[in-house]
Nanobody
Framework: VQLQASGGGLVQAGGSLKLSCQFS????????VGWYRQAPGKQRDLIAG??????DYANSVKGRFSISRDNAKNTVYLQMNNLKPEDTAIYYC??????????????WGQGTLVTVSS
């Protein structure tokens, strides 16, 4: 699976960004999609996902971030509002044929860096 995340950048606290992730090369029908982030020195965490169970968010981003998908374009989006310095991280997306967005995915792509200044 090839995953190309884009849309990151430098933004001031309180600002907004919209990330995109185009995926290709899947040999399965994509059921669930997710956004993850990895801050310096920390593990990569799932922060938003869409699955057969609906949409879910980590508490740290709930109410500020919104995930969506365009199946025709094989693209997943993450609208990020009211950004905080603690949102600074590399953001990645991934896709699954089932609902397991915590699987050990074999590929991640390069991600896109989001830096929030105070």
């Amino acid at each position: 699976v090839q995953l190309q995340a884009s849309g990151g950048g430098l933004v001031q606290a309180g600002g907004s960004l919209k990330l995109s992730c185009q995926f290709s090369g899947t040999t399965f029908s994509v059921n669930a999609v997710g956004w993850y982030r990895q801050a310096p020195g920390k593990q990569r965490d799932l922060i938003a996902g869409i699955s057969s169970g609906g949409t879910d968010y980590a508490n740290s981003v709930k109410g500020r971030f919104s995930i969506s998908r365009d199946n025709a374009k094989n693209t997943v989006y993450l609208q990020m509002n009211n950004l905080k310095p603690e949102d600074t991280a590399i953001y990645y997306c991934n896709v699954a044929g089932d609902d397991d967005l915590l699987a050990d995915f074999p590929s991640w792509g390069q991600g896109t860096l989001v830096t929030v200044s105070s």
